[in-house]
């Protein structure tokens, strides 16, 4: 078995609330914001890692948005994580509320079966 079929990419969905910081820039100063104080400390810090972005501000009160991020590995989720407490992402601009962490159909892989999902090819 090679290593690409034994190490799982790790998914991590960061469940965060806006802080009043955040909401009293302007929406020009937030992209910027996280263009010039976040994205680069994250490009300098870390390989291997990726991420989307979801607004549930319209559905939840607890939590604004959803940052979710994959990582190559567990170690490339770990620098992503020091990178991001290093910047005003982390408890100044958003509260992180949650993280959930985890491989996706890691019990296939832990049980050698095929995973079970409706997408259909």
Excluded: C
């Amino acid at each position: 078995m090679s290593t690409e079929e034994t190490t799982a990419p790790v998914t991590a969905f960061m469940l965060v609330k806006t802080t009043p910081e955040w909401l009293a820039m302007t929406p020009g100063e937030r992209v910027n914001a996280l263009a010039t104080e976040v994205v680069p400390v994250v490009k300098a810090r870390t390989t291997g890692v990726r991420s989307r972005f979801y607004d549930t501000e319209f559905y939840s009160a607890r939590v604004t948005d959803v940052w979710v991020w994959e990582a190559d590995d567990h170690h490339a989720y770990q620098l992503l994580v020091d990178a991001l407490r290093e910047t005003p992402f982390w408890d100044r601009w958003f509260e992180v509320v949650d993280l959930l962490v985890g491989t996706e159909n890691g019990y296939a892989r832990t049980y050698g079966v095929d995973a079970v999902t409706t997408i259909t090819t």
